[in-house]
């Protein structure tokens, strides 16, 4: 799982993330294996994943030229697609299309809402040990004052 968190966090989209954060979004998110030549999201299609890519290289793919998408990047390991949909929930904007057998990470909509509310529970406890004891700090010092 560490090495999985720090994987995470060499990706600039998580690199604010401690390495316990990273640790628990990794227990999130699901390992995807793909051919070469297999599309991962389709323009037009609504979407709510966020992939993340461990290896193998993706076409980004927009629009028709010609009744041909036109490739527009090339992503590749350490690289990331999909954060918008996942926001949003709106239509994929693009075209990706593994251009070699892949490895992605794949962060569900539903999954990354599990996330936030389990950090957001972590923060509330961290909060209430941290009044505990200064209050108790506080009590002590105060009690040695008298």
């Known amino acids: 799982l560490l090495d999985a968190a720090d994987r995470l966090r060499t990706i600039n989209l998580f690199e604010g993330l401690s390495i316990a954060e990273a640790t628990v979004l990794g227990t999130f998110m699901e390992r995807v294996e793909l051919a070469g030549g297999e599309t991962v999201i ?21 629009g028709r030229v010609a009744g041909r998408l036109q490739t527009v990047a090339t992503l590749g390991a350490g ?61 002590k010092m105060r009690a040695g004052e008298g």
């Open 79 to 139: 690289d990331y697609f999909g954060e918008i949909a996942l926001l949003t929930g709106e239509e994929r904007i693009a075209d990706v299309v593994a251009a070699t057998p892949m490895t992605l990470l794949r962060l569900t909509k539903d999954a990354y809402t599990r996330y936030l509310g389990h950090a957001a529970e972590v923060e509330q406890q961290i909060t209430r040990t941290a009044m505990t004891r200064t209050r108790d700090t506080t009590r």
């Open 42 to 62: 389709r323009q037009g299609e609504t979407g709510e994943d966020l992939y993340l890519i461990e290896s193998g290289e993706a076409h980004v793919q927009i």
